[in-house]
């Protein structure tokens, strides 16, 4: 289900979609394994400035900090199509190539 498509009743659930070109899988993945890597939040902390693509959604603060000293600078696709909906208290149910 994405925003108020359902699947067709013969849809195959179980194949995969295609890997999105613009999205570096191993930039992400390196991303996650580095626990170590942190960066300084700066004092004056300006969201929509910092985190542009996150800003959109209106989250916590302390959220929004700890986004970018992890290092996740922009939602990935499947995170930008599903907050708007989880955000209106929608169910949402999302398949991505990880």
Do not use: C, M
Request: glycine share 4%; aromatic share 6%; charged share 30%.
């Amino acid at each position: 289900l994405i925003g108020d498509q359902e699947a067709p009743e013969n849809a195959d659930i179980t194949e995969k979609p295609n890997a999105d070109p613009d999205v570096d899988t191993a930039k992400i993945i390196s991303d996650l394994d580095d626990d170590t890597r942190e960066e300084e939040v700066p004092e004056t902390f300006d969201s929509e400035e910092l985190l542009p693509d996150w800003h959109q959604f209106s989250l916590h603060p302390q959220l929004l900090k700890s986004l970018y000293s992890r290092g996740f600078k922009s939602p990935t696709p499947i995170q930008a199509a599903s907050l708007p909906l989880a955000l209106k208290d929608r169910d949402v149910v999302g398949i991505a190539q990880t």
